[in-house]
Structure formats: structure tokens, C-alpha cells
């Protein structure tokens, strides 16, 4: 399973939308494809992987919560 996609977010209530979003509109999607963790302190980070059904969508729902594209 290779990454497609990084973002970090600035703060958790961002983090937390984005991920809850995710597991509203993907049902399956949210840790099955598309992965939310914390780092730590105020790190927050979501990962696109190639086995997600749609990854464009889940970029634009990360991008819509505040997530900053960081690599692919």
C-alpha cells in the first residue's frame, strides 16, 4: 500500500471535523484507505493511500477542514 497524499493541520478541532467528515461521506474510507493520527502536541496529520475508493474526495473533504497538502 503506497501513500498517495500527506496534509497536516494547524489545530485538533480542524483534525477532528475533517476526520469525522471523512467518516460520514466514506463510510469504510476512514482508517481503511485514508488515515487520521496525531503526532503529538499540536501535530495533527491525515494520509491518502492508494487503496482509498476515492481519493479525490477525500483530498477535497481534508482540504475543506483546513488540511495543508504537505507531500506525495
Sequence with gaps: MARRSL???????????AGTHIAQKMPG???NGVYFESMGGSTY????YDNCSD????ASIIREHGG???SA
Design 45 to 48: 496529520k491525515a494520509e491518502i
Design 29 to 31: 474510507e476512514y482508517n
Design 7 to 17: 496534509y497536516y493541520f494547524d489545530n485538533y478541532e480542524d483534525y477532528d471535523e
Design 55 to 58: 481519493p479525490g474526495l477525500a
Design 68 to 70: 495543508k497538502f504537505y
